[in-house]
C-alpha cells in the first residue's frame, strides 16, 4: 500500500512540471526555472537610474521578465517594459559548473522602443553569482548596471 501511494505522489509531481519536465527541457534542476536580479543602480550625467525587475522566468533559450527604470531627477525618463536574456541550456550547466559565461538579450519598453542588452555572469557558487549588464538606450548611450543573481525555482 506504501510503495503504491509513493508511486502515485511521483506520477502526479512529475505530470505537473517536477524534475523530469526541467530534464526534458536540459535544464540541469527545477531551481535554474526561475531567477532574481538584485535591483541595480548607476549613475549619470546629474542623475542616476534605478532598474528593478521581478524574476525571471525559464522561457525557451532563456529567461524573461519586466522591468522599471527610474531615472532621478529626469523622472519624465521613467520607463517600464519587458526584458529577454537569451541563455541557452547549456549556458545554465556552465554557470552551475562555475564558469563565467557571456549572454545577449532584448528589452523593449512599452512605447515599442528597443533596446539592446549584453552581458556576462560569473558565479559564486552553483546558484548564485555576479552579473554585469550594458543595456543601449540608444546607438551613443549605454547604461552599466552590476549586480547579483540568484536562481531561485519555480516561485523566484
Do not use: C
Amino acid at each position: 500500500m506504501r510503495r503504491g501511494l509513493l508511486f502515485l505522489f511521483l506520477a502526479v509531481g512529475l505530470a505537473i512540471g517536477g524534475p523530469a519536465t526541467f530534464a526534458a527541457e536540459g535544464l540541469p534542476d527545477p531551481v535554474y526555472a526561475a531567477a532574481t536580479v538584485d535591483k541595480v543602480r548607476t549613475s549619470i550625467y546629474v542623475g542616476s537610474i534605478t532598474l528593478e525587475m521581478p524574476p525571471f522566468r525559464h522561457v525557451a533559450g532563456g529567461y524573461e521578465s519586466t522591468y522599471a527604470a527610474r531615472v532621478f531627477p529626469y523622472f519624465f525618463y521613467n520607463e517600464k517594459g519587458r526584458i529577454t536574456i537569451d541563455l541557452p541550456d547549456d549556458h545554465v550547466r556552465r554557470l552551475a559548473a562555475g564558469e563565467r559565461i557571456e549572454f545577449v538579450g532584448r528589452a523593449q519598453n512599452l512605447k515599442g522602443e528597443p533596446r539592446r542588452v549584453e552581458g556576462h555572469a560569473i558565479p559564486a557558487d552553483a546558484l548564485s553569482g555576479t552579473i554585469k549588464v550594458r543595456i543601449w538606450v540608444s546607438p551613443k548611450i549605454e547604461l552599466i548596471f552590476n549586480s547579483r543573481y540568484r536562481f531561485t525555482g519555480r516561485e523566484g
